[in-house]
């Protein structure tokens, strides 16, 4: 079905407390009448179409915060939108030329495109000795832009290029005007090639110790990186070999992670909770910096610690910090275990937004027990991959004694940057899970590659379903009852299982044929039966930044959202829809047969024959496709609760149909979900004594 993918918004930031103009960039042109934004302080007035006035309210903190646009056609994906307290312009006409570089203005911010096959030139005036920061921001506001950002000689010559998150870091030799120059790694440009130049003294933070620190409660770190005030100079460098300065400082961690947190963040980092901080000072704000919440006080390493001579004693259980720094690092843990004891160790660091492979390996007496790499692994398809290199094992003690667990990084040995952090948790285990709710488009065939960042639209009368991937943790492998809640009025979600053991289910959303209009955050949950209770979490969310005709050829790069934003499009109805006809949990005796009648509605011009695929409750997808004729208005479902070994309990099933038809004048392959049906298998009433 058509979807609207917005590809672009220039500028994606404003200043705080000032109001701006922004163009959005939509596919197909589609008319978009209103934004949402993830803070409420953040507004917008339509101008003209696709542009908008946006208003930044005085008290919206310095951060990375989300726009959706929604207009006839239903709602967009999400695209970033920066604010921060640097005065803001946008740059009408680049520099093309050394002759023609466009002056920054120190303490200010750019917005810019670059231009296919050409370079931008910009430049800065310093006194000798001034030490500036020189930021290029991309991947963070949604840009396809790969840049190469360097200071330059009058002759076109480097001098010194940016390291990878866009940072120059320099300081100047003289009096005089330095020069800048600004390209794509394959000089592309247009439209979706975005940046932000900032000129600042004020701060950056590179990284902090310990990575993970204890939740709630004001916890003492250490910040490294430029221009901290009242640092101290460091003995290490970053990785653009510029020294670091040290800062102490304390920060409040909360009681529990938030689910939505400023800065980018991949999917990797799914599952992990943890939550973000930055160094407001009288010079600006710092970049964000993301704080793993741990259950205990952490413990640090002490260098050198490369053998298990020099291997820092803990007790488990315990959470362990270190760094992979300097040049091929090792890092040696030493604790005494009895037999019989079971541990969990796993690694966190490339969950945490690094660039890293760690490498996992217990000994005894100098004698290999157990090792681990990270998986690396995408549990379901190139759709929506989740690499994660973090190995955890499971140590059953065989004998009493000192056990020594060794950490490094497979990569420290082509890279050195001491912001390569890592924790390394030892506890028992504890089955649990997390969940990552993510929208894709049905493959319209099976060797569909296609892949598009797309939001859910719900018509009056039709269904949409949410893809719900589990994170499952020590070994739980236990069904999860999965449901979306904070739903508007006229839409509901009738409960559905992700089966035992499966890493992917559906949230299927119900709307009725009068609804109201809508657009705002729903909230997807998970329950489950662990340690003799239930257990709730509350599931991330994540979208794709572009739309990849080919998934084999091109990057996906999938990323953590802040909320999902569900759109009802209450002035359009739902070409076709499948739906139960009662609207209460049928119930059956274990063993019986249950009968379920599904209302097929046809409202357009989708006329073909259905084949229905039953999913859902255990078992059922061994039943063979159920048959809908072209005139069909209903449609019967037998299912026999002895045949799939139903037990006692609620169930719910749901029918896929895949078809094609014509809607807003075009053909188009879609596939339609039902409302579950829910039903209720109850056991016999004993036999009276």
Same mark, same amino acid.
């Given at each position: 079905?058509?979807?609207?993918?917005?590809?672009?918004?220039?500028?994606?930031?404003?200043?705080?407390?000032?109001?701006?103009?922004?163009?959005?960039?939509?596919?197909?042109?589609?008319?978009?009448?209103?934004?949402?934004?993830?803070?409420?302080?953040?507004?917008?007035?339509?101008?003209?179409?696709?542009?908008?006035?946006?208003?930044?309210?005085?008290?919206?903190?310095?951060g990375?915060?989300?726009?959706?646009?929604?207009?006839?056609?239903?709602?967009?994906?999400?695209?970033?939108?920066?604010?921060? +307290? @640097? =005065?803001?312009?946008?740059?009408?006409?680049?520099?093309?030329? $050394?002759?023609?570089?466009?002056? &920054?203005q120190? *303490? /200010?911010?750019?917005?810019?495109?670059?231009?296919?096959?050409?370079?931008?030139y910009?430049?800065?005036?310093?006194?000798?000795?001034?030490?500036?920061?020189?930021?290029?921001?991309?991947?963070?506001?949604?840009?396809?832009l790969?840049?190469v950002?360097?200071?330059?000689?009058?002759?076109?010559?480097?001098?010194?290029?940016?390291?990878?998150?866009?940072?120059?870091?320099?300081?100047?030799?003289a009096?005089?005007?330095?020069?800048?120059?600004?390209?794509?790694?394959?000089?592309?440009?247009g439209?979706?090639?975005?940046?932000?130049?900032?000129?600042?003294?004020?701060p950056?933070?590179?990284? +902090? @110790? =310990?990575?993970?620190i204890?939740?709630?409660?004001?916890?003492? $770190?250490?910040?490294?990186?430029? &221009?901290?005030? *009242? /640092?101290?100079?460091?003995?290490?460098?970053?990785?653009?070999?510029r020294?670091?300065?040290?800062?102490?400082?304390?920060?409040?961690?909360?009681?529990?992670?938030?689910?939505?947190?400023?800065?980018?963040?991949?999917?990797?980092?799914?599952?992990?909770?943890?939550?973000?901080?930055?160094?407001?000072?009288?010079?600006?704000?710092?970049?964000?910096?993301?704080?793993?919440?741990?259950?205990?006080?952490?413990?640090?390493?002490?260098?050198?610690?490369?053998?298990?001579?020099?291997?820092?004693?803990?007790?488990?259980?315990?959470?362990?910090?270190?760094?992979?720094?300097?040049?091929?690092?090792?890092?040696?843990?030493?604790?005494?275990?009895k037999?019989?004891d079971?541990?969990?160790?796993?690694?966190?660091s490339?969950?945490? *937004?690094?660039?890293?492979?760690?490498?996992?390996?217990?000994?005894?007496?100098?004698?290999?027990?157990?090792?681990?790499?990270?998986?690396?692994?995408?549990?379901?398809?190139?759709?929506?991959?989740?690499?994660?290199?973090?190995?955890s094992?499971?140590?059953?003690?065989?004998?009493?004694g000192?056990?020594?667990?060794?950490?490094?990084?497979?990569?420290?040995?082509?890279?050195?940057?001491?912001?390569?952090?890592?924790?390394?948790?030892?506890?028992?285990?504890?089955?649990d899970?997390?969940?990552?709710?993510?929208?894709?488009?049905?493959?319209?065939?099976?060797?569909s590659?296609?892949?598009?960042?797309?939001?859910?639209?719900l018509?009056?009368?039709?269904?949409?379903?949410?893809?719900?991937?589990?994170?499952?943790?020590?070994?739980?492998?236990?069904?999860?009852?999965?449901?979306?809640?904070?739903?508007?009025?006229?839409?509901?979600?009738?409960?559905?299982?992700?089966?035992?053991?499966?890493?992917?289910?559906?949230?299927?959303?119900?709307?009725?044929?009068?609804?109201?209009?809508?657009?705002?955050?729903?909230?997807?949950?998970?329950?489950?039966?662990?340690?003799?209770?239930?257990?709730?979490?509350?599931?991330?969310?994540?979208?794709?930044?572009?739309?990849?005709?080919?998934?084999?050829?091109?990057?996906?790069?999938?990323?953590?959202?802040?909320?999902?934003v569900?759109?009802?499009?209450a002035s359009?109805?739902?070409?076709l829809?499948?739906?139960?006809?009662?609207?209460?949990?049928l119930?059956?005796?274990?063993?019986?047969?249950?009968?379920?009648?599904?209302?097929?509605?046809?409202r357009?011009?989708?006329?073909?024959?259905?084949?229905?695929?039953?999913?859902?409750?255990?078992?059922?997808?061994?039943?063979?496709?159920?048959d809908?004729?072209?005139?069909?208005?209903?449609?019967?479902?037998?299912?026999?609760?002895?045949?799939?070994?139903?037990?006692?309990?609620?169930?719910?099933?749901?029918?896929?149909?895949q078809?094609?038809?014509?809607?807003?004048?075009?053909?188009?392959?879609?596939?339609?979900?039902?409302?579950?049906?829910?039903?209720?298998?109850k056991?016999?009433?004993?036999?009276?004594?």
């Amino acid at each position: 079905m058509p979807v609207m993918r917005m590809d672009s918004v220039f500028p994606p930031g404003a200043q705080v407390g000032k109001e701006g103009e922004i163009t959005l960039g939509v596919a197909d042109g589609a008319p978009i009448d209103l934004l949402r934004f993830s803070n409420a302080g953040i507004t917008a007035v339509l101008k003209e179409k696709g542009r908008f006035t946006v208003k930044i309210a005085p008290d919206v903190k310095p951060g990375l915060y989300e726009v959706v646009a929604s207009g006839s056609q239903g709602i967009s994906n999400p695209r970033a939108f920066r604010v921060d +307290a @640097l =005065p803001q312009s946008v740059l009408t006409k680049p520099g093309a030329a $050394v002759k023609d570089a466009v002056p &920054l203005q120190i *303490g /200010a911010a750019v917005w810019g495109k670059t231009t296919a096959a050409a370079a931008d030139y910009f430049k800065v005036k310093m006194r000798k000795g001034q030490r500036l920061l020189l930021h290029c921001d991309a991947e963070s506001i949604d840009s396809r832009l790969r840049p190469v950002w360097e200071v330059i000689e009058a002759s076109g010559r480097s001098l010194q290029t940016a390291a990878r998150d866009g940072l120059l870091d320099y300081t100047a030799p003289a009096e005089g005007e330095c020069l800048l120059r600004l390209h794509d790694l394959t000089y592309s440009g247009g439209p979706e090639h975005l940046y932000r130049l900032s000129v600042t003294e004020g701060p950056h933070v590179d990284f +902090a @110790l =310990p990575p993970a620190i204890k939740a709630g409660g004001r916890r003492k $770190v250490t910040l490294y990186g430029r &221009l901290l005030p *009242g /640092a101290k100079l460091s003995a290490m460098h970053g990785s653009d070999g510029r020294p670091l300065e040290a800062l102490e400082t304390e920060v409040d961690a909360p009681e529990h992670a938030p689910l939505g947190v400023d800065g980018w963040r991949s999917t990797s980092a799914a599952g992990t909770k943890g939550f973000t901080y930055r160094l407001a000072t009288t010079s600006g704000t710092s970049n964000p910096v993301f704080f793993a919440l741990s259950p205990s006080e952490v413990i640090l390493e002490n260098e050198p610690n490369n053998d298990a001579a020099h291997a820092r004693s803990f007790t488990a259980p315990a959470v362990l910090c270190g760094q992979f720094y300097p040049k091929n690092d090792v890092d040696a843990w030493n604790f005494e275990a009895k037999k019989g004891d079971v541990w969990r160790v796993e690694i966190a660091s490339h969950s945490l *937004g690094l660039r890293t492979n760690p490498h996992l390996l217990i000994q005894k007496d100098g004698k290999d027990v157990t090792e681990a790499w990270g998986p690396d692994m995408d549990p379901t398809t190139r759709i929506f991959p989740m690499p994660l290199n973090d190995p955890s094992v499971r140590l059953e003690v065989k004998e009493d004694g000192a056990y020594t667990i060794f950490v490094r990084d497979l990569s420290g040995g082509i890279r050195v940057d001491p912001g390569a952090v890592y924790t390394v948790s030892v506890r028992k285990e504890v089955p649990d899970f997390a969940l990552l709710a993510f929208l894709q488009p049905p493959p319209e065939t099976p060797a569909s590659t296609l892949s598009s960042p797309i939001a859910p639209i719900l018509r009056a009368g039709g269904t949409v379903a949410v893809r719900v991937r589990v994170l499952r943790k020590d070994s739980f492998t236990g069904a999860i009852e999965l449901e979306a809640v904070d739903l508007p009025e006229g839409v509901t979600c009738v409960p559905t299982t992700l089966l035992a053991g499966k890493s992917e289910g559906l949230v299927i959303l119900s709307a009725k044929e009068a609804v109201a209009p809508f657009t705002g955050a729903i909230k997807i949950v998970g329950r489950a039966q662990l340690v003799g209770r239930t257990i709730e979490h509350t599931a991330q969310h994540a979208s794709t930044q572009w739309m990849v005709p080919n998934i084999n050829t091109g990057d996906i790069n999938p990323y953590l959202i802040k909320e999902c934003v569900l759109g009802v499009l209450a002035s359009e109805t739902a070409p076709l829809s499948l739906s139960p006809m009662n609207e209460v949990p049928l119930e059956v005796l274990v063993g019986a047969k249950l009968e379920c009648t599904l209302k097929v509605a046809r409202r357009g011009e989708f006329r073909d024959a259905l084949k229905l695929k039953t999913a859902g409750a255990l078992g059922v997808e061994t039943l063979k496709d159920v048959d809908a004729d072209a005139k069909a208005q209903e449609v019967k479902v037998t299912l026999d609760t002895a045949a799939l070994k139903l037990p006692a309990g609620h169930h719910s099933v749901y029918f896929i149909a895949q078809t094609k038809g014509k809607f807003r004048g075009k053909d188009v392959t879609t596939s339609v979900y039902s409302t579950p049906f829910a039903f209720i298998v109850k056991a016999p009433e004993p036999a009276p004594k």
